[in-house]
């Protein structure tokens, strides 16, 4: 048995689980305008030695810590929000694998 639709805030019925075209366009005009302020990624610090070392920590740490799959990415435990001390803190490191990093890590850090 599938769950009913739901009504938009634009009045449009949208089937359970899907976002309406009105929804899609405000997240991405949201998005724009974050864009448009942040730091490029270089300038945030993923520059080539930031490449070069999260290769490195990768082959040392190949399992994602939250589930066990192959990990893809190295993330912050901590955000550093430009503390480059914190930035380049590998005991602030962790690998974990892109599902477990932008599902549960980027929940995580919404409700904190």
Request: charged share 25%; aromatic share 6%.
């Amino acid at each position: 048995m599938s769950k009913p639709p739901h009504l938009c805030q634009c009045g449009q019925i949208v089937p359970h689980g899907a976002r309406c075209a009105c929804q899609i366009k405000r997240t991405r005009a949201r998005n724009k305008r974050h864009d448009a302020t942040r730091p490029s990624a270089a300038l945030r610090g993923y520059n080539r030695d930031w490449r070069a070392a999260r290769a490195e920590y990768l082959k040392q740490h190949g399992n994602c810590a939250m589930c066990g799959a192959p990990a893809t990415l190295v993330d912050h435990r901590t955000p550093h929000r430009g503390d480059m001390r914190l930035f380049w803190d590998r005991t602030n490191w962790q690998a974990l694998c892109t599902p477990c990093h932008n599902r549960h890590k980027q929940r995580q850090e919404r409700g904190a």
